[in-house]
C-alpha cells in the first residue's frame, strides 16, 4: 500500500479584507486515501468550502495561502506553476459546486461544457468527443443523452444539472471528486438521486471523494471518514462508525443533540449558544471554547494539542488529553433556559381553528401580444385542511408543490381564485377594508428569509412595534415601547437590541425579531413559511424550542409550511403532505411517520438521509422529477412516478380514504376494491 | 469618503456659494469697454476681457449664476414628479402601469438631448422655455428607475409583512418604499445635475438658450470659439469652469453609486 | 420564439407611433400662431391663409394628425419653407453625412471601449483599471462644444494637421468623429468593465477554471460570450448619444449632417424641416434599438428556446 492519494498538512489560507487578515482555514492537516469518501463537514462560514477550492487553487482574489503544502501523489501543488495546475484541475482532481443552476455557463450546449475537457485533457476531438460526451451524460442517468447534449442548461432542472456537473468532472478521469454541498440546492428526492449516483461512479471508477457537507444525515449516507471543522480548524477527525456512534468533541456532539427529531419531541433541543468568533481575531484558547458547555479555565488559556484518541479518532480538546486527566466532572455550564419564565404572561386566548375546504389559487399565464391568458398555473388546485386550537399542522412538499403559495393566500397576501377559508368561523376570503385589517391581528406570518422580512432602514423598536401602531395597540409611544421590551424579552432578545438596525444581528436574532413583531399584535395563529431553513443546524434549534415554548405559553396555532421532514417530526401535532397543488395524505403525526400509506408519503420518508447509522432501510427511489403545475398530469398526479401505479390511476383523481384514526390518503390502491 | 469625493463636493458648494451670492458682489457683467477688448488675464483682471470688453470673471460668475438656477427648478422639479408618476405605476400596476410605461418609451425613444434641443428651438429662447424644455424631457429618466425600484421593494417580504400587519397603504409606501428608493434616486440626481448643466449649456452654445447679453457657460463658450485665433483665453476659461462643474458632478455620482453597490453594502455587515 | 419576435415587433409599432405623434404635436409647442411666426410681420393675410391652409393648420387637431400620418405612410415629408424644396430631397444627402460621420464616431467608441473595458474588468483594481475608471471619469465630464474646438485649436491651428472644418478635405471627418467619439468610448469602457466584472463573478467562471481550462479560453468562450449581450444593447443605446451628440458636432465642424440641418432650420423657422429631421433621428434610433433587442434575444439561447 503506497501513502494517501491527497494529503494536505497545516494548511492556512488568508482572507485580506481590510483591516488583520481572516483566518479561514488555519493550519488544518488531513488526507485522503484512494477510493474512499472523505467528509468535511461543519457549519456555514467554519472555512470548508475554502478549504476545496485551496486545494484546486482557485481561491477568490482576496485570499492568500500563509502556509502549508498539498500533496498530490507526489507533487506539491503549491509549488508547481500555474500552467501545470491546469493540468491537475479538471484531469487528476475535479469540483462540483452547491448551486447547479449557476454553475453552469447559459449560453454554451450542455454537450459543448462536457466537451471541453475532454479536448483539454482527453485530446477528443470531433465525433470522437461528441460520442463520449453522449457516453458520460449516459453513465449520469441522463435520460436521451444525444438530445440532451444539445440543449441549454435553462432547459434542464436542477437535478439534471447537477448530473451534468457531475458528467463534466467525470470526462478527466480524474482520482479526487471534491463535491462541495453537492446536494443542498436539491430537493429531498433530487438529493437521494444524486447521492445514489456519487455512490455508484465511486464503486465504478474507485474515484475518491472529498465531500463538503453541514447535514449529519448525508454524512451517514455517504461518508468513509469524518473530519469536523469549526472555525477554520479541523476538531475531530474519526472513521464514520465511531463518529456515528460517538462523537468526541463537545461541538460534534452539540451538532448531534440539536437535530430535530422524533424522539426529542416535547423536549427543548440543545443549542449552541453564542456565534462562531470572528477569525480575524487572535484565539488564545480554544476556539469552541466560549459556546462550550464543558469549558473549565485551561480552555482560554492554552489551545488544545490534536489527541490521538485511538481507532483512527484524533480530537482537538483538552477534555481528551491524557495530560489532563483530572478535570472536575461539575464544570459543566448549564444551559441557559430558552424561555423568559418570567416573561409578561399574556392574555389567555380562547382556541382558534383554521378551516381551509377545496383553496384554488390559479394564476393566469399570458402570452402574445395582447397578453392573452393561454393556460394557468394551478398552484393550489383544491385543497382543504384544518388547524386545530394551540397545536401546529405541518404541511409538508418539495419546492413547487404550492406550501407557500398556500399560506400567502390564506394570509390573504395573494388572492384566492376559489374555495373557502374560515377563521373562528369567519370568512376570510371575503374581508375587505377595515375587516381585513382587524382580521390581520389575529393571523400573522412569518417569512423564510428573516432579513428580507425586516425594512434595512427600520430599527428594531420601530420594527416591532409596526404592528402595534397599524392596530392600534398602546395608547402612547411610551406604552408600546414598553411592550416592545417585553416581547423583545420573551424571544430571548436582550430589550438594549431595540435601538440597533437588522444587519446588526444575527440570522437566528433575525428571526427572533420576526417572532416578536408578529407576536406584537397577539395573533392565535402563526403562518410560517420554512422559518428555519435559511438557519444553520444549531441556530435552528433555538428557533424550534422558541416556538415550541411560546405556543405552550400563549396557546398559538402554528401551520408550519416546511421540506424539512425531521423538524415536522420534532415539532408538529398534525400533517399535511401536499403534492402539485393538493394534499395527498394527512393525519396525526406520530401515524403518518409511522405508518404512511401514500406512496409518495412513503418515498419522501425514505428519501431522507437518515443519521441513525442503522442500515437495511427498504429505499424508494422517484423516476423523474415533480411536473409542471400548468400541466398537472391526469387523474391521480403523482402516477407518472409512482412505483406502484396502476391504469386506473391515470383516470381519475383518488378519493380521499381513511386509514386510520384521524388519518386520509387520496390513494386507489387503499380504497377497498 | 475619498479625496476625490471630497472635493467634488466642496467644488459643487462653491458654485453654489458664488452664484448664490452673486448679487452682492457688485459684478459688472455687461459693462462694454472698448480698449479691454480680448485683453488676456492679467493682475488687474485675472480672466481677462471678451470681444466686447466686458469682464470675463464678472460674466463667468453670471454665467454659473444661470447654471445653478436652471439646475435649482429642473432638478428637483423633474425628479419630484418623475418619482411620484414611477413609484405610483408600480404600485398601482395592471392598466395604469402599462399606460405609464409606453408613454416612458416613447419618451425614452427620443435619443438624448434631441427633444430638448427641438423644443427649445420650437418654443423660443429664453431661460424660462430652457427650464420647460428640460424638464419634459428629464422627468422620465426619474420615472423608470423609481418604477424600477418600486417594482422591486414592493415584492420585498418587508412590504408583505407590514400588509400582513394590518398598515394602510399609505403608511406602507411612507416608511417602507420611499425610504428604499430615496437613495438610487439621489444618486440618478447627482449624475442629473451634470445633464441640466450640460444640456443647458449646450442649448445656450446652439443659440437656444439663455438670450444676450445674459451670461450663460455655452454662450460664452459659443463667442469664444468665434475668436479662438486671437483670443483662446475665452474658450478655455467658460470651458475649464463647466469640465471642473461636470467632473464634481460625475464624481460625486460615482462614490454614491459605490456606496450603494450590493457587493459591498454586504461586505460592510459584520459576519452573522 | 415567433412569439418572441411579434411582441417586439408589435411594441416597436406602438413606440414609433407614439413618436411620431409627439414629433406632430411639437409644432403646436411653437407659441402663438405658428404661421405668423413662421413668415414674420411683413406677411399678407393671402400668404398666412395659404401657409395655414398648406400646413393643414385650419382643420381640427385629429384631423391634422391623421392627416399628417397619412403622408408619413406615402414618405411625404412635405417641403421646405425657406427652399421649397421637397424635404424628402433635401435631407437625404444630409442623411448620408451624418451616417458617415455616426459610423466613425462609433468605430472610435468601439476600438477604444472594447479592449480598455476588457483590459479594466480583467485587472479589477489595479492600476491599469484605475487609469481606466480616471480617463474615463474626464472624457465624460468634458463637453463635446468644447473638446471639439480645443481638438482645432490643437490639431487644425498650432499644428495644423488636420482641416478646421466641412467635409470636402480629406481627413476632415478625423476632428468630428473622435470629438463624437471619445465620451462614448468612455462611456462604453464603463459599460464594457461593469458587465465583464459582472460575468467575472458568476459561478460557472469558477467552474470553467475548476475544468483547467487556460485564461484566455475562460475569458474569450465563458466570460466574453456572456458579456457580449448586454454590450450589444449598450452599443445601441450609444446610437442615441452618437445621434444628439451630431447635432452639436456637425455645427462645430459645418458638417453637412441632419444635425446641422436642424439647427440651420430652427433659426430659419422652417418647422416643417425641424419636424422631419427630429423625426428621422429618433425613428432611426427606435428602430436600430428594438433591432440590437431582437438580435440578442436571438443570441441568447434563454430567450431562444422559449
Known sequence: MTGPLLSVSDLRVHLDTGGPPARVVDGISFSIRAGETFVLLGESGCGKSMTALALLRLLPPAGRYASGSITLGSTDLLRIPEQAMRDVRGRRIAMIFQEPQTALNPVLTVGAQVGEVLARHRGLRGAAMRDRVVELLDDVGIADPRRRAEEFPHQLSGGMKQRVMIAMALAGGPDLLVADEPTTALDVTMQAQVLQLLREIKERTGMAILLITHDLGVVAEMADRIAVMYAGQIVEEAPRTEFLGAPLHPYSRKLFESLPDESRRGAPLAVIEGVVPPLNTEFRGCRFETRCERRWPTCALLPPKWIDAGAGRYVRCHLHDPAMRDIPEGVARAGRAQTAADGPRQKSHAAATLIVRDLQVHFPIQRGILRRTVGHVYAVDGLTLAVPPASTLALVGESGCGKTTTGKAIARLLEATGGEVRFDGIDVLALRGAALRRLRREIQFIFQDPYASMNPRMNVADIVAEGMVAQGIGRTAAERLQRVDSLLHQVGLDPGAKSRYPHEFSGGQRQRICIARALAVQPRLVICDEPTSALDVSVQAQILNLLRTLQEELGLSYLFITHNLAVVRYLAHEVAVMYLGRIVERGPVEEVMARPRHPYTRALLSAVPQVDPETGRERIRLRGELPSPSSPPSGCHFHPRCPVAEPRCRERYPAAVSVGPDHTAHCHLLAPP | MSAAARLSLFVLIGWAALAALAPLLRLTPDAISLPEIMQPPSWASWLGHDDLGRPMADRLICALRTSLLVVGIVVPLSAASGAAVGVAAAWRGGLFDACIARLMDVFLAFPGTLLAIAMAGLLGPGIGNVVIALTAVSWVGYARMARAQAYAVKTREHVHAARVLGTPAPAILLRHVLPLIAAPLLMEATLGVAGVILAEAGLSFLGLGVQPPSASLGAMLRDGTAYMLVAPHMVIVPGLALLALMLACNTLGDALQHRLDPRRTLSLMPAA | ?306
Not at chain 3, 460621420?101 to 479592449?115: H, Q, R, W
Not at chain 3, 458636432?249 to 446641422?260: D, K, V
Request: contains cysteine; aromatic residues 4%; proline residues 6%.
Open chain 3, 1 to 306: 420564439m415567433i412569439g418572441f419576435l411579434l411582441t417586439r415587433l408589435f411594441s416597436l409599432a406602438a413606440v414609433a407611433l407614439g413618436v411620431v405623434s409627439l414629433v406632430f404635436l411639437l409644432l403646436h409647442l411653437v407659441p402663438g400662431d405658428p404661421v405668423e411666426v413662421m413668415l414674420g410681420e411683413s406677411a399678407t393675410p393671402a400668404d398666412r391663409g395659404e401657409l395655414r391652409r398648406s400646413l393643414g393648420l385650419d382643420q381640427p387637431i385629429a384631423v391634422q394628425w391623421a392627416r399628417y400620418l397619412g403622408k408619413l405612410s406615402h414618405g411625404q415629408l412635405g417641403e421646405s419653407l425657406h427652399s421649397r424644396e421637397p424635404i424628402v430631397e433635401l435631407v437625404t444627402g444630409r442623411v448620408r453625412a451624418t451616417a458617415q460621420l455616426g459610423a466613425a464616431a462609433l468605430v472610435v467608441s468601439i476600438a477604444i471601449g472594447l479592449p480598455l473595458g476588457v483590459g479594466a474588468a480583467l485587472r479589477d483594481g489595479r492600476r491599469l483599471d484605475r487609469a481606466a475608471l480616471a480617463l474615463t471619469a474626464l472624457a465624460m465630464s468634458i463637453p463635446s462644444f468644447w473638446l471639439g474646438p480645443m481638438l482645432i485649436l490643437l490639431f487644425s491651428i498650432t499644428l495644423g494637421w488636420l482641416p478646421v472644418s466641412g467635409r470636402a478635405e480629406a481627413g476632415a471627418i478625423v476632428l468630428p468623429a473622435l470629438t463624437l467619439g471619445i465620451p462614448l468610448a468612455a462611456a462604453l469602457t464603463r459599460m464594457v468593465r461593469a458587465s465583464m466584472l459582472q460575468v467575472l463573478s458568476e459561478d460557472y467562471l469558477r467552474t470553467a477554471r475548476a475544468k483547467g481550462l487556460p485564461p484566455a479560453r475562460v475569458t474569450v468562450q465563458h466570460a466574453l460570450r456572456n458579456a457580449a449581450l448586454p454590450i450589444m444593447t449598450v452599443l445601441g443605446l450609444q446610437l442615441g448619444g452618437v445621434l444628439a451628440g451630431a447635432i452639436i458636432t456637425e455645427t462645430i465642424f459645418q458638417w453637412p449632417g441632419l444635425g446641422q440641418l436642424t439647427i440651420e432650420s430652427i433659426q430659419r423657422r422652417d418647422y416643417p424641416v425641424v419636424q422631419a429631421c427630429v423625426l428621422i433621428i429618433s425613428l432611426t434610433y427606435v428602430v436600430v434599438n428594438a433591432a440590437t433587442d431582437m438580435l440578442c434575444g436571438l443570441l441568447d439561447p434563454r430567450v431562444r428556446m422559449a
